[in-house]
C-alpha cells in the first residue's frame, strides 16, 4: 500500500514551509486582494508577480446525509473571507503522507487561484484547472505552488480539491438509490470546473479558455473528463501526464468491492446500510476500498458503466468517441523505478525476480520475464522490473491514448527524460537509480520543493516545459518562439513523433513504440 500512497506526493512538500515560499514575504492589500465571487467576496495575497486566493470554496461540506452525494453550491458568506491560507485537505490516511501535519477533514471541497499581473476581467488570461494525483488515495490541491506558471507562463491556474478514498469512490448501491454509484470524487471536480466557469473571469480568467491537467490519478481524471457527460463543454483543451487510464473499474467490480467493504465495517443490514456507513466516523473509513490491478497493488477510483461514466476512457478513446479537442499527453522515461525503490528501502531488498514478477503478472509472467531478461539490465532485479512495470502500466498506454486521440484532434506527445531529475534523498541509497520516474517532472512545473534544487540545466529545463504548458493552455499548441518544435502527433510526416524533454536540448524522437516494447504488450492485454 506505501506504494500507492506514494503515488505522487513523495516528491512534494506542503506551500507551509515559509522558508522558501515568497507569500510571507507579501502583504496583503485591500485591493486588488479583494475578488467578488458568485458566494462572496475573498481576500487573497499580492505577491511579486501574482497573486494567489487559498481555500474558496466551490462545494458544501460533504456531511450527514450528503456523505456519499454528489456536491451541493457552497452558501454563501456574508463580508469578506479569508483566503491567504489554504483549506482542509479531504481526509486521507495520514500516516503515509509527505503532506503530513496540514489538518484534514470532510468540509474540504475547495480550490485555490493563481493569477498574473495584469489578468483582469477586461483582460482574461487562459485557464489551467489543475486536478491533484495521489492514486486516488492521498494528496491535496495545496502542494501545488504555481507561481511559475502564472509568472512565467502569464495564465491563470485553479489547483482543485476533491474527495479521496472511500468518501470519494465507494461504490455501494445502497448510497445511491437512482443506480448512479461511486464517482463522487469526480463529481467534485465537475462542480469545480462549473465554478471556474461561473466566477473565473471575475479573477482575470477566461472561462471560454479552460484546459484541464493532471498526473498520475490527476491524469486519470483528465481521461474521465474527455467521455463523462456533465464535463462536456467545461474545458476546450486537456493535458495529461502520467495517467494510467486503463486502470479503471468496472460497475461489477466497484459494486462488489464496496459491498465487501460495508459488511467488513459492521454494515450488514440491507435496510440500514446507507445510514450505518453514513454514521461511521472518518478514522474508520481511511483504508479505502481497492477495485483495479495497478502493477504490484491496486487503486481505488472512479467507477465506468454509470450514469456519471458510462464509457471506459480508453475503449471511447479507441472507438474514437471523445471530442475534438487539443491534448497534451505523455509519461516519464522510468515510471516505475521509484516505487521499486521504495519497495526494496521499505523491505531492505526486493523479492527473487521471478517472484516479483509472478505477482505483478500472474499467468504472463514468464513470458515477461523472458522478454524482460536480468542480464539485459546487468543483473539488476530493481531495474529489470520497474522497466516491465513502466512499459506495461504507464509507457504503452500513454502510446495508445496518444495514437486513438490522435484520430479525433491535435495531439502533442512527450516523454520526460531528465535521468538526473530530482528524487528525495532517501531513494539514493537504493542500489539502483530511480532515473526520471513517477512524479519527478512536477518540480519542473510546480515549486514543490521536496528534495536538492534544479541545477542550472534543469532550471533551464524547467523554463521551457513551463513555456510548452503555458503555450498550450493559452493556443492548443506548445508552438514557442526559440524552443524547438514539438510536432503535432500523427499528422502527415510526424508519426509517432513525440518530444523528448530533457536537459541540454530537447529533441523529437520516433522510437517511444519499440524502445518500450509496446508490440508485445500489445499481444499481453492481460499484463498488468
Known amino acids: 500500500m506505501v506504494l500507492l500512497l506514494t503515488l505522487v506526493t513523495v516528491v512534494a512538500c506542503s506551500r507551509s ?32 508577480g501574482y497573486r494567489v486566493f487559498d481555500g474558496i470554496p466551490y462545494g458544501a461540506a460533504p456531511v450527514g446525509a450528503q456523505r456519499w452525494q454528489p ?24 500516516t503515509n503522507d509527505p503532506d503530513y501535519g496540514r489538518p484534514t477533514g470532510e468540509d474540504c471541497l475547495n ?13 482574461p488570461k487562459p485557464v489551467m484547472v489543475w486536478i491533484h494525483g495521489g492514486g486516488f488515495l492521498n494528496g491535496s490541491a495545496d502542494i501545488y505552488d504555481a507561481r511559475w506558471l502564472a509568472t512565467q507562463g502569464d ?10 478514498g472511500t468518501l470519494g469512490f465507494l461504490a455501494h448501491p445502497a448510497l445511491s438509490p437512482d443506480g448512479d454509484i461511486g464517482n463522487y470524487g469526480l463529481a467534485d471536480q465537475q462542480a469545480a470546473l462549473r465554478w471556474v466557469r461561473d466566477n473565473i473571469t471575475e479573477f482575470g480568467g477566461d472561462a471560454t479558455k479552460v484546459t484541464i491537467a493532471g498526473e498520475s490519478a ?50 450488514t443490514d440491507p435496510a440500514a446500510v446507507a445510514a450505518c456507513l453514513r454514521a461511521l466516523p472518518t478514522e474508520t473509513l ?41 491534448v497534451l499527453v505523455g509519461s516519464n522515461g522510468d515510471e516505475f523505478a521509484m516505487f521499486a525503490a521504495i519497495q526494496y528501502l ?47 502500466v504507464f509507457a504503452c498506454p500513454a502510446d495508445r491514448i496518444a495514437s486513438g486521440l490522435a484520430h479525433t484532434g491535435p495531439v502533442y506527445a ?28 512536477l518540480r519542473y512545473l510546480f515549486d514543490v520543493g521536496g528534495a536538492r534544487p534544479l541545477d542550472p540545466a534543469q532550471r533551464m529545463l524547467s523554463d521551457q516545459m513551463v513555456a510548452y504548458w503555458s503555450q498550450f493552455v493559452k493556443t492548443g499548441t506548445p508552438e514557442v518562439t526559440g524552443l524547438p518544435d514539438w510536432p503535432q502527433f500523427g499528422a502527415d510526416g510526424a508519426a509517432g513523433k513525440r518530444m523528448s524533454l530533457q536537459t541540454g536540448e530537447s529533441t523529437i524522437t520516433t522510437d517511444f513504440s519499440a524502445r518500450h516494447q509496446c508490440p508485445f504488450w500489445a499481444g499481453m492485454k492481460g499484463a498488468r
Open 155 to 164: 495564465i491563470v491556474v485553479v489547483t482543485v480539491n476533491y474527495r479521496l
Open 414 to 441: 512527450y516523454e520526460f527524460n531528465d535521468r538526473t531529475a530530482p528524487a528525495p534523498d532517501p531513494l539514493r541509497a537504493a542500489p539502483f537509480p530511480v532515473g526520471a520516474s513517477h512524479s519527478l517532472e
Open 17 to 48: 514551509n515559509t522558508e522558501s515560499h515568497p507569500r510571507t514575504a507579501a502583504v496583503a492589500e485591500p485591493e486588488p486582494a479583494v475578488v467578488q465571487t458568485a458566494g462572496g467576496a475573498v481576500r487573497g495575497v499580492v505577491a511579486p
Open 111 to 123: 480550490l485555490n487561484v493563481w493569477t498574473p499581473d495584469g489578468a483582469s476581467p477586461s483582460h
Open 286 to 326: 481511511q483504508r479505502a476500498p481497492l477495485y483495479v490491478g495497478f502493477g504490484p497493488d491496486k487503486l481505488t477510483g472512479p467507477v465506468t458503466g454509470t450514469d456519471r461514466l458510462p464509457a471506459d476512457p480508453m475503449t471511447a478513446i479507441a472507438s474514437n468517441r471523445v471530442p475534438r479537442l487539443p
Open 71 to 94: 456536491p451541493q453550491p457552497a452558501p454563501p458568506w456574508q463580508g469578506v473571507r479569508d483566503a491567504t491560507k489554504p483549506g482542509l485537505r479531504c481526509i486521507q490516511d495520514t
Open 346 to 392: 521499505k523491505d531492505g531488498r526486493l523479492p527473487p525476480y521471478p517472484e516479483l514478477i509472478a505477482k505483478t503478472f500472474g499467468p504472463d509472467a514468464a513470458a515477461v520475464a523472458e522478454h524482460y531478461p536480468l542480464d539485459r539490465y546487468g543483473g539488476s532485479e530493481g531495474l529489470a522490473y520497474s522497466a516491465a512495470v513502466t512499459d506495461s
Open 218 to 267: 490527476g491524469a486519470m481524471s483528465v481521461c474521465d473528463h474527455l467521455v463523462a457527460p456533465e464535463s462536456a463543454g467545461l474545458f476546450r483543451a486537456a493535458i495529461m501526464q502520467s495517467g494510467p487510464c486503463e486502470a479503471q473499474a468496472d460497475r461489477a467490480t466497484g459494486q462488489q468491492v464496496s459491498t465487501d467493504y460495508a459488511t467488513t465495517a459492521g454494515c
